[in-house]
């Protein structure tokens, strides 16, 4: 196996070596650039399922009996998923896209 120092050795294999480097914090670039804008999703269907969340309490404001109860538990699942959402969102931008 060519070690490191014989491989990058003279001015043409230098060349090659900053192309690699550059190539590589391309990539580095592009990838944060793709976990931000998974962030902004993620944080974006959060709020979209808090706002389905509320309508759906208000709509079943005016229900009685077991109805009352089954539609009261999915607005509280889809507005536990939608705190799940924003935790993923935290946790994705603030460990990951903010510390690259």
Known sequence: ???FE??????????????????????CKDVCGIL???S???QTYAENLSQLA???SKCG????GTLKS???????????????HKY???IQYNYSVNKV
């Not at 043409?12 to 192309?19: I, M």
């Open 6 to 27: 014989e491989r990058f050795w003279d001015v043409k294999s230098f060349d090659e070596l900053r192309k690699y480097c550059r190539q590589s914090n391309d990539f």
């Open 70 to 84: 089954a539609w009261t538990k999915m607005a509280a699942e889809i507005e536990n998923e939608a705190e799940l």
């Open 1 to 3: 196996m060519v070690k």
């Open 40 to 42: 902004k999703l993620e």
């Open 61 to 64: 404001k005016d229900l009685v």
């Open 88 to 90: 993923v969102t935290f």
């Open 54 to 56: 509320l309508k759906a």
């Open 36 to 38: 931000h804008s998974r």
